[in-house]
């Protein structure tokens, strides 16, 4: 039937016109932002999930700098402890040196006194941001035994979990101020002789069979400490290389998370240019078909001419 109140073919064709210029204007706003899902109105579950991912990436950022800092507070730590391992090594010299029968040891003393000085220069200096895991005061009111670094973000039934790496400083502090249990401070006792490395002095010695016994019982305490120092220079080392295993887990990470948001949410362009192309053909042609179904109304006045 045709009808001059009721053009059904224009409805059609304006429906289907309308349709694809939806469709057109789906896919140029895709095009034009990169992305296929960027308002929780294209896809609730994939922009929910892709905004968390988003949220918990940009922690893991702030992870990688924490490590970052760790590992610079672990270099300081450790260029202490080895330039420790020189110095304790040349008092230990000097104390073999002062072995030798009528060597004037008062003079021997002045240059261990310089390096006794010179460890407590280093302990002290091997600051950073604020923190000395060499020169502690274990009775100050926020001194903690463990320090910890910021080393993993993870979320687990829907809560975060932040996962650290622990560093005992109790192995590597050279002096402690309230205790004097440092590597460097600590009483040692060889034989009968109990001494510190910080403070060992020669100056009185002689050449007496008991004086030589305890000079060689000084060059024990002090290789015992040389051990110590060591050792710590090790922990730490290792600590370092903990922690820049764990820096490179975490960058690599962050990308696993971002192209894992990428595929949820971003537009594939090949796929989109095409889609547009086509769109403009079939608006072009719903453009058409409602110009053809608008003059249909001019044909039947065409009958009721004489």
């Known amino acids: 039937m045709t009808s001059l109140l009721t053009n059904a073919s224009a409805i059609t064709a304006l429906q289907n016109l309308n349709a694809t210029n939806k469709s057109m204007q789906t896919t140029q706003d895709r095009i034009s932002t990169g992305m296929r899902v960027a308002n929780a109105s294209d896809n609730s579950a994939y922009w929910s999930i892709a905004t968390t991912m988003r949220s918990d990436n940009a922690a ?32 230990k010299a000097k104390l073999v040196a002062a072995r030798e029968p009528g060597l004037d040891r008062a003079k021997v003393q002045a240059e261990v006194k310089q390096l006794q000085d010179q460890l407590k220069a280093i302990s002290d200096s091997a600051v950073f941001s604020g923190q000395n895991w060499l020169s502690v005061d274990t009775g100050a009111a926020d001194y903690s035994v463990t320090k910890s670094i910021v080393s993993s973000l993870s979320r687990n039934a829907g809560s975060l979990v932040i996962g650290t790496i622990d560093i005992d ?3 590597t502090a050279l002096f402690d101020s309230a205790a004097q249990t440092g590597i ?11 001494a510190k490395v910080s403070t060992i002095d020669i100056s009185a010695l002689t050449d007496s069979a008991a004086d030589l016994q305890t000079l060689d019982d000084y060059i024990n305490i002090v290789d015992e400490a040389l051990t110590d120092v060591t050792t710590a220079a090790s922990d730490l080392g290792a600590a370092k290389t903990r922690i820049g295993m764990q820096t490179d887990f975490v960058s690599n990470l962050m990308d696993a ?34 110009s053809i179904a608008n003059q249909s109304s001019q044909q039947i006045l065409s009958l009721f001419k004489g």
Do not use: P
């Not at 800092?69 to 080895?82: E, Q, S």
């Not at 192209?259 to 594939?268: E, M, R, S, T």
């Open 60 to 91: 893991l950022s702030t992870v990688k700098d924490a490590l970052g800092l760790g590992a610079a507070t672990v270099d300081v730590a450790a260029a202490g402890l080895k330039a420790t391992t020189e110095v304790v090594s040349d008092i």
């Open 257 to 290: 998370v971002t192209k894992g948001v990428g595929q949820l949410v971003d537009a594939d362009m090949n796929q989109e240019s095409t889609r547009l192309q086509a769109l403009q053909v079939q608006q072009q042609l719903g453009v058409q078909s409602l």
């Open 184 to 194: 460097i401070d600590q009483d040692r006792t060889v034989n009968a002789t109990t």
């Open 169 to 171: 400083i109790a192995s």
